[in-house]
């Protein structure tokens, strides 16, 4: 089986979690839920701290502090309206997948907010990553109508994969 994402682990600690099989279910099940299949596509993550991601978050973002989880989308796949459904990529060639974009997430944050609201890691964590697949794919939650389609998707996917809703 061609794997859907390529996880590198900057931080040991994603081990324990098994962040890359949790991104891959993820990744795999937003793009299920969407009608599309999990082959002709690649996403980049990786598993970093909060150090790392505080300079990613400060680089890309202009906000110099930690964060759970970022998102780098390859294009731009903006829905045409607030409400309204992004249009979907279509899947690459065998050998030749198209790249929805990266994720970067942080160990830290992620263990912190997951004691916090007393949840698994591994929930958490595959909520994010949920998450992170549909910003890539052009959903957003700036605009009201926009945070209601996309958490609604999330609850969705989540509920699809056994997982409780996160709000």
């Not at 279910?25 to 505080?54: K, M, P």
């Not at 973002?61 to 989308?73: D, G, M």
């Not at 790249?99 to 912190?112: F, K």
Request: proline share 7%; glycine share 8%.
């Amino acid at each position: 089986m061609m794997m859907l994402v390529d996880t590198m682990i900057e931080d040991a600690r994603w081990e324990a979690p098994g962040l890359a099989a949790l991104a891959e279910r993820a990744a795999r099940a937003v793009l299920a839920s969407l009608g599309l299949g999990a082959q002709g596509f690649e996403i980049g993550l990786i598993g970093c701290d909060d150090a790392r991601i505080a300079i990613l978050n400060a680089e890309f973002r202009e906000k110099p502090q930690p964060t759970n989880v970022l998102s780098w989308p390859s294009a731009d796949r903006a829905a045409e309206g607030a409400g309204l459904m992004p249009d979907l990529p279509a899947p690459g060639a065998d050998g030749d997948p198209d790249y929805l974009g990266d994720i970067a997430i942080a160990y830290d944050t992620c263990a912190r907010e997951a004691a916090e609201q007393g949840k698994p890691l591994a929930d958490h964590v595959t909520h994010l990553v949920v998450h992170a697949v549909l910003h890539l794919l052009g959903y957003d939650h700036i605009e009201d109508a926009d945070a209601a389609l996309m958490e609604g998707l999330e609850v969705r996917i989540l509920a699809s994969m056994g997982l409780p809703d996160p709000y």
